[in-house]
Structure formats: structure tokens, C-alpha cells
């Protein structure tokens, strides 16, 4: 394999893994900041008391997961002078300020807040000290979008021009400058896209984690038998310390749907006007048609893997909604991938230099197997958050003594299931955007096409074994990494929050501590 190859796999790697550990960061923070302000300002005593609880309990799985994000994170900047060192010489003054404000901004907010929320529990006054784990969701999300800015300059750039003495892209004040580039309207399409996934994520694991309590201290509770002690303290932990936090994970997911579809819908607009070729391999429309179908199932030819489109078959499809997502009209004409691919070879050449000095062919159209079906695990994946989002609903309907909670071993193993189910739709979305721009690297802008690099121009001119070798040491470190925190997270998960004690002497509750393992 040639270095670009190997890079590309290097980086692929090690985002996909990084990019586990982003949603659930941004998605918990937020959830648990709500979770700590229904605390604080609950009136009643054991209501309190269980918020806290609870703010605690996921709280300590949200520091474990924020760690390990923050050292595979770092990896991915370092790649980009590692591996990428043509791309961060043409695109560096553009791409560097960006990162540098998520960095400089961002990050500090949202590292040193949480210190603060971490050693100041009683420590610091209640609403102070409430302040801080709001300030780590907003400096969370403050990143995401810094970083979402970056990217959504490799794939529509604006704000910048093309230096033809130093052959660099640089901020052009006429354009609006950086200002332009955090305002790309790919960035604001994708900000909320990607945090509504965050928040998906998030109440997935909630709803889930939350489920499989529930369901042990209810089946606990019948166990012992509701009249003994024993088995009233397990129907209160089920009933009115897990079931809340079920509902509420529900709530959760339900509000990111809501701005999934909006803002997704959104998102499908602009990426047909921008990247027509990342849209029609999304949909295997090969040819230009009019009033286009969306593809359910399509299957390739002898090569399952090829970028053309040779064999394609639809087996199943709904007619005329491919056009609908892409103009709100049933009857719009579009441009197929074959088509495409020819328009472009014209307009931007057929062959290309790659770093090595030499003239090698160029194919405009991305891996369509991977870009098909990626784009299909994106949605396909998300329907067990709804499924779980319902049936959750359903097993705690009732209100006050009336609330009811489940001892379903089905429900308490499907909840479980569907934990890790919106990480893969995440992660999957973010292979479609990033496969599907290929052979570009930083995306022409249909409007002003001179900021373009593609990618077998900005890789490193490095000999392949020496990427090979840190390819290979990359993967051995992250799968030690995703060993020993799925270790942690499972035991904090399986641990609980500690049932309620009474004083004897002051009949109080006992205050419950934030606990973490390292």
C-alpha cells in the first residue's frame, strides 16, 4: 500500500475511534448539568436527594469517558503535521484559527470547569457550584463547533483566497475573513445536526444504563416482597430513583429527533448544492434523472467496492423522494454520478500532480459501496433509539403512586442493546461526509472553485513504512485504550448509585459521593 493509503487509514482509525468518546461528552455534559439543576432546585427532600444521586452516577462516567477523549483527541491534531503536511501547509492559515480558538477557548472552558465541579461538591455555594458543570456543557458544545467550522471549510470553503506566489489559501478581508468561516452555512447546517446526534447518544445511554437498574431493583423488590423491608427499599430505588432518570433519557432522545430530522433536512439541501457527487453515490443515481427515487436496497456488480457504477441494481425504491429531499419538489432534475464525474474530469482536469511530482489519472467519484450504505447506517441505526425511546415510555406510564417500572428481562436486554446503536449511526454519518468528498480533501466551493486541494496532494512525503509503523502502534495503544475504558465505564455503569440510608439518630439522608476509578 502507498503512504496516502496508509494515511488515510491512519486518520480514519483513529477519528472513528476518537469520534466515540465526542457525542456521549457533549450529549452527558448537557444532561447532566439539567440533571444537577433539578437537584438543586428541587423542593421536595428525596426528590433532591435522588437528582443528586443520579448527578453523581453518570457524572462519574462522564469524567472517565471525557478523559480518554481528551488524550485520543489530541492524536488528531498531531496527524495533521504527522501525516498531512501538504494539507496543513496550503490550508494552515485558514484551517489553524479554528482549532486554535477550540484549543485556546473551548477546551479551557471546559477542562477547568470541570475540576471545579469534580473537587467543589460542598465545597462551593449549591448555585455556584451548579454554574460550573454549565459552563463544561457550553464549553463542550463551544468546541464542537469550532471544530465543526474547521471541517465544514474542507467541505465548502468560504472566507479565504488563493495566493498564487506562495500557492496557499489564506483569510481574505473581503470575503469576511474568519468571520466568514465560522459562519460557513455548512457550519451552521451541521452544528445542529451533530449535537442532536450528541444529545441521541446521550439520552440513549441514560434511557438504557437507567433501564437496567430499574429493571434489577424491580425485579428485586418482588423478589424479597413488596411488605418487607428490604423489598420496599428495592421498589422505591426502581420507582423513584432509575424510572425519573428513564423518562427523562426518553424526553432526551425525543428532542433530538425532532432536531435531527429538521436540521438533517436542512443539511440534504445544501449538501446536493455544494456536493452534488457526495449526494448522487449517497443514493447510487448514476444517471441523470427527473424526478429521482430514493434507493432502499441497491446491490452492486463484481466489484462490490468499486467507485462506478457498473452493475448497479435498485431493488427497491420510493419514487420521486431523492428529488423532494434535494429541492422540495417532486420533480427536479438530478445530475447522476457518471455524469458528474465527466463534468468535473472537464473542469477540473483528468489527471492531477500528486506530491511526488508525477501525473496520475483522476477518478471524481468516491467509493459508492461505502458511501451508500454509510449513509443508510446513519438512519437505519438511529430507528433502536426509537424503539427503546417507546417502549420505555410504555413500561414506566402512571404517575405518582401509580408510576410503574418493569421487571422485563426483553426490555432490560433491548435497552442494552440500543446503548451503543447511535454511537455506530454518529460514526457512520461521519464516514459518509468524509468518504463521500473524496478525491478532494478541501472541497471546491461551486461558486468560487480556486481554494481546492484533493487528496493525494496533501498527504506527508513520507516512505509507507514509516507510516505503516505508526498505523500499527496507533492501533495497539487505542485498543489497550478502548479495553481499559470500557472497563471502567462498565464497572461504574454496573456499580449504581447507592440506595438511600437513614441516620438513626437524625433520621437524614446520607449524602452521596462522587466516585470514579482509576
Given amino acids: 500500500m502507498e503512504a496516502l493509503d496508509l494515511a488515510r487509514w491512519q486518520f480514519g482509525i483513529t477519528t472513528v475511534y476518537h469520534f466515540i468518546f465526542v457525542p456521549l461528552t457533549i450529549g452527558l455534559s448537557l444532561l447532566v448539568a439539567i440533571m444537577h439543576t433539578r437537584a438543586v432546585f428541587a423542593k421536595d427532600v428525596q426528590r433532591k436527594d435522588a437528582w443528586t444521586r443520579m448527578t453523581k452516577f453518570f457524572g462519574s462516567m462522564l469524567i472517565v469517558n471525557f478523559g480518554i477523549g481528551i488524550a485520543t483527541g489530541i492524536v488528531q491534531e498531531f496527524q495533521f503535521g504527522m501525516n498531512w503536511s501538504e494539507y496543513s501547509r496550503f490550508v494552515g492559515d485558514v484551517f489553524g484559527a479554528p482549532l486554535a480558538l477550540e484549543g485556546l ?37 463551544a468546541s464542537a463547533y469550532f471544530i465543526i467550522a474547521a471541517n465544514s471549510f474542507m467541505q465548502h470553503p ?24 465560522l459562519t460557513n452555512v455548512t457550519t451552521l447546517a451541521a452544528f445542529p445536526h451533530v449535537i442532536s446526534g450528541a444529545w441521541l447518544v446521550a439520552g440513549a445511554f441514560l434511557t438504557g444504563v437507567a433501564s437496567w437498574h430499574m429493571v434489577k431493583h424491580h425485579r428485586a423488590a418482588r423478589e424479597a416482597g413488596l411488605e418487607t423491608p428490604e423489598g420496599e427499599e428495592q421498589h422505591r430505588a426502581a420507582r423513584d430513583l432509575y424510572r425519573p432518570v428513564v423518562r427523562f433519557g426518553v424526553i432526551a432522545m425525543f428532542v433530538s429527533a425532532i432536531v435531527l430530522v429538521v436540521s438533517g433536512d436542512f443539511q440534504a439541501q445544501i449538501m446536493f448544492r455544494q456536493q452534488p457527487m457526495k449526494m448522487a453515490s449517497a443514493e447510487a443515481l448514476c444517471e441523470t434523472e427527473t424526478g429521482a427515487s430514493f434507493s432502499i436496497l441497491s446491490v452492486g456488480g463484481p466489484d462490490a467496492f468499486a467507485t462506478d457504477c457498473d452493475g448497479v441494481t435498485h431493488l427497491i425504491e420510493v419514487p420521486y423522494v431523492t428529488s423532494f429531499l434535494a ?26 500532480v500528486n506530491i511526488h511530482g508525477e501525473e496520475v489519472a483522476v477518478d471524481y467519484r468516491p467509493n459508492l459501496f461505502v458511501t451508500y450504505w454509510s449513509f443508510r447506517l446513519m438512519m437505519g441505526l438511529a430507528a433502536f433509539s426509537g424503539i427503546l425511546a417507546f417502549w420505555a415510555l410504555w413500561v414506566t406510564r402512571g404517575k405518582g403512586e401509580h408510576a410503574r417500572t418493569t421487571g422485563s428481562k426483553a426490555f432490560q436486554w433491548f435497552a442494552v442493546l440500543a446503548i451503543p446503536m447511535p454511537f455506530l449511526a454518529n460514526s457512520a454519518g461521519w464516514v459518509f461526509t468524509e468518504i463521500g468528498r473524496q478525491p478532494w480533501v478541501v472541497h471546491p466551493n461551486p461558486d468560487d472553485p480556486t481554494v481546492r486541494l484533493m487528496t493525494l496532494q496533501g498527504v506527508s512525503n513520507h516512505p509507507s513504512a514509516m507510516v505503516i509503523t505508526s498505523l500499527v502502534a496507533f492501533t495497539l495503544v487505542y485498543g489497550v485504550l478502548a479495553v481499559i475504558w470500557f472497563r471502567m465505564m462498565q464497572k461504574a455503569a454496573l456499580k449504581g448509585a447507592p440506595l438511600p440510608q437513614r441516620d438513626p439518630d437524625t433520621d437524614e439522608l446520607d449524602t452521596p459521593t462522587l466516585s470514579f476509578d482509576y
Fill in 158 to 181: 468560504v472566507g479565504a483566497m488563493l495566493n498564487p506566489e506562495t500557492g496557499r489559501a489564506e483569510l481574505d478581508p473581503s470575503q469576511g475573513s474568519i468571520f466568514a468561516v
Fill in 327 to 352: 429541492t422540495h419538489t417532486l420533480d427536479a432534475t438530478l445530475q447522476g454520478v457518471d455524469d458528474l464525474n465527466a463534468q468535473y474530469k472537464e473542469q477540473f482536469g483528468e489527471t492531477a
Fill in 105 to 141: 477557548a473551548a477546551f479551557f472552558l471546559e477542562s477547568v470547569f470541570l475540576g471545579l465541579w469534580i473537587f467543589g461538591w460542598g465545597k462551593m455555594p449549591e448555585k455556584i457550584h451548579l454554574l460550573t458543570i454549565w459552563a463544561v456543557a457550553i464549553g463542550t458544545m
